[in-house]
């Protein structure tokens, strides 16, 4: 089973950066598509980005294209997602998520870390 640790959430003034991390102790995760997903309070829970399983190749939702950066740190089996220019509408618990799929998907693959907050605000 795989267990999906997510950090690096906090409080973040608009304009401002952060960047999330995911990892699995115990786990390799290049054989699995991660992605990032954000539910706000009251809405649905949507992907924000992804990073392909087989080439590297990378997916963003519109509304965070431009401001927002997913990578992969395989010597240490890390996810990233380097959030800049945020904004208040950014306000979300955002969660990795591991797909034995190669590429994005909406609803996601089976494996979904606990979350990790993020607000912004002034």
């Known amino acids: 089973q795989v267990q999906l640790v997510e950090s690096g959430g906090g409080l973040v003034q608009p304009g401002g950066s952060l960047r999330l991390s995911c990892a699995a102790p115990g786990f390799t995760l290049d054989a699995y598509a991660i992605g990032w997903f954000r539910q706000a309070p009251g809405k649905e829970r949507e992907g924000v980005s992804c990073i392909s399983s087989s080439d590297g190749s990378t997916y963003y939702a519109d509304s965070v294209k431009g401001r927002f950066t997913i990578s992969r740190d395989n010597p240490y089996d890390k996810i990233y997602l380097q959030m800049d220019d945020l904004k208040p509408e950014d306000t979300a618990v955002y969660y990795c998520?591991?797909?034995?799929?190669?590429?994005?998907?909406?609803?996601?693959?089976?494996?979904w870390g606990k979350g990790t907050l993020v607000t912004v605000s002034s």
């Open positions: 998520n591991a797909d034995t799929f190669s590429d994005y998907r909406p609803e996601g693959g089976a494996y």
